[in-house]
């Protein structure tokens, strides 16, 4: 196989890549990682999956819950306590522990195409992700406004 057969091998596999096994890295900052994690979100929270951005220089870990907007037709991600967590539960929709609020949530493809929905688990991994609201006066979970683009795929979830 040449090596432009082998690069283009590799990107393809990234690109079809299970958005459970996912990471990522924020385009300019690379001390910012993200990944998902399966959980068991219940019913209000329907992706079956929680979004881990995480901060190699402070050491902090933030954990989102992604879920599509109501009438205004966004997509969000919510803040929630570690799911990793010992006894960790879902939030209740209507107002659960939020440390970090909400934050808009837009995904693309490959080709920064627009996906209009959260990813649920089992889809596959947005090429990039955006948080357009994010990094704002006070916002310790995202550090900057950039693309998180998709880095790798791992052979088992995060």
Known sequence: MTMFGLLAFAASSVVQCPVERAHYVLRHHPDWTAHYRVVDSGPDWPSGLA???HDRRSGKTFWWLPWNGGTDGLQNVASTLEVTAK?????NPDG????????????????YDLIDR???RGDRAPSHMLFPDSAGAGDNAFGWKDFF??????????
């Open 96 to 111: 659960g522990p939020r440390p970090q609020g909400n934050r808009q949530y837009l995904g693309f493809d490959a080709a």
């Open 149 to 158: 683009d998709l880095a790798s795929c791992s052979a088992k979830g995060g």
């Open 51 to 53: 979004l881990a951005i």
């Open 87 to 91: 006894g960790w539960q879902p939030p």
């Open 118 to 120: 959260v990813p649920n």
